[in-house]
């Protein structure tokens, strides 16, 4: 159980250096089941750290949440998919063109190549928005109503997950069904602060809800002991995970 817990475990370096990266990496490789690698160290560093990351055996999640014209990342998504991670990601809010014309695109290179798509996820609602924000914008749904809607925009463009908060998780599972990948960030240990998320839970709570993988970024790299501190999350999510077995 613990090994399954530590698969779901995805660490978040968010960090801007690549010795700091190389750091966390070669401390948590064999702690967590992913490194996500988001827009401030892959704009500071580019594909380096994703073949640093793969060097040392870590697999990657890239979170770059693009969100552009259909062609444009559809061609963006086909070169995260050559890096050779496990996943990444682009914005719901792109639209069903936008995700159907990448999703297509890597899914026929894939074929062509004979070999396994990496999953791609959409995200829906960003977990440090609220209602607020939506209305700010001009959405005037709640939450509650447009997560599982882009949920199943992403889903019926043949993406295989989301990335969305844990507070959403039954949402999803009833607009999209059980084999639909569930992401969440926006998870906290009991002891730890919500710092800029707004949507926030505990690890324990997340996995018992049906969420796939967790991703946990400072409860781990400003703990004074990160090994512990991922070795603890990993001891939760395995508890959380035991009546589900």
Do not use: W
Not at 3 to 29: C, G, M, S, T, W
Not at 40 to 61: N, S
Not at 148 to 153: G, S
Not at 192 to 199: G, I, M, P, T, V
Request: aromatic share 4%; net charge negative; hydrophobic share 45%.
């Amino acid at each position: 159980m613990i090994e399954n817990a530590r698969q779901k475990l995805i660490f978040a370096l968010d960090v801007d250096q690549f010795e700091e990266a190389e750091h966390f990496v070669k401390l948590l490789h064999d702690k967590v089941g992913m490194f996500k690698v988001g827009k401030q160290l892959f704009t500071r560093c580019g594909p380096e750290v994703i073949h640093m990351i793969k060097g040392e055996g870590g697999d990657v999640f890239l979170d770059l949440k693009y969100h552009d014209i259909p062609n444009t990342v559809a061609m963006a998504c086909l070169e995260a998919d050559r890096l050779g991670i496990g996943m990444f990601n682009v914005h719901a809010l792109g639209g069903s063109e936008m995700m159907k014309t990448a999703a297509d695109a890597v899914r026929n290179r894939c074929a062509a190549e004979k070999r396994q798509m990496p999953l791609m996820l959409a995200v829906t609602i960003l977990t440090s928005s609220a209602e607020e924000t939506l209305r700010e914008i001009g959405i005037e749904h709640s939450v509650e109503e447009m997560v599982p809607r882009l949920a199943r925009l992403a889903q019926e463009a043949g993406f295989g997950g989301v990335v969305a908060s844990p507070r959403e998780i039954g949402l999803i599972r009833e607009a999209c069904g059980p084999d639909f990948v569930i992401v969440t960030p926006g998870v906290r240990p009991a002891t730890a602060s919500a710092d800029d998320q707004k949507r926030v839970t505990t690890p324990a709570d997340a996995i018992a809800s049906g969420a796939d993988y967790l991703v946990v970024g400072r409860p781990i790299a400003k703990a004074d002991d990160p090994v512990a501190a991922a070795e603890a999350i990993v001891e939760e999510m395995a508890q959380a995970l035991s009546p589900r077995a």
